[in-house]
């Protein structure tokens, strides 16, 4: 579904899937970690700690001022961003469990809606980790930027974010990440008043 409007802006500053403009797209990245005989608390536990760490500085650089090295992220922190060819935004964690952890956009982040960063295994019972997104454009400009240049700069980001976690495992990514993009409906949790937790394998988990 293409939304050509956007609603009200949240109160609380967040930026929902359901306010933003074009189709809703729920982008994965799934890597299984091969080498590593980490367990998936430790691997979301050592991700909520070194964060900001792991995004590739050539795409995105993360900065959380209410949290210092080697302090784990909590539900209420800001983290600000700094986009190549964007400038900055940020986001919010607004979800953080023992595998899991899920941050919503702010207000002037060229996208609309929430992001789940969680850690699994795959059924050979090897460690893995996923990132998946659900978003639109916040705005037509930001969609149009989107198809120029951001989803490469999105994929290449999240790729290298999740290669610097299986080094950080004392593993490596098997093969290769896998990347899936489609269009999805609207969830009541891409929309205010919406749950902030992952609530099925579609919105998280391993």
Known sequence: MVRLTQARPDPSGIV???????????????????????????????VRTRFVCFAPAETARFCCQSRGEGESLQVGDVLDIELSLVGTCSVRVVHADDLSMTMRTLQGHPEAGRITFSAGKDPAGRPSFRIRSRTRANGLMNFAGFLLMGKQMQARCWINFIGNVAEACDGRVLDAVKVRTRVVEERPADRPGGPDEPTDQQDGGG
């Open 16 to 46: 929902f899937a359901s306010q933003g403009y074009g189709p809703l797209l729920e982008r994965e990245y799934l890597a299984v970690i091969e080498a590593s005989d980490l367990a998936p608390e430790k691997i979301a536990d050592l």
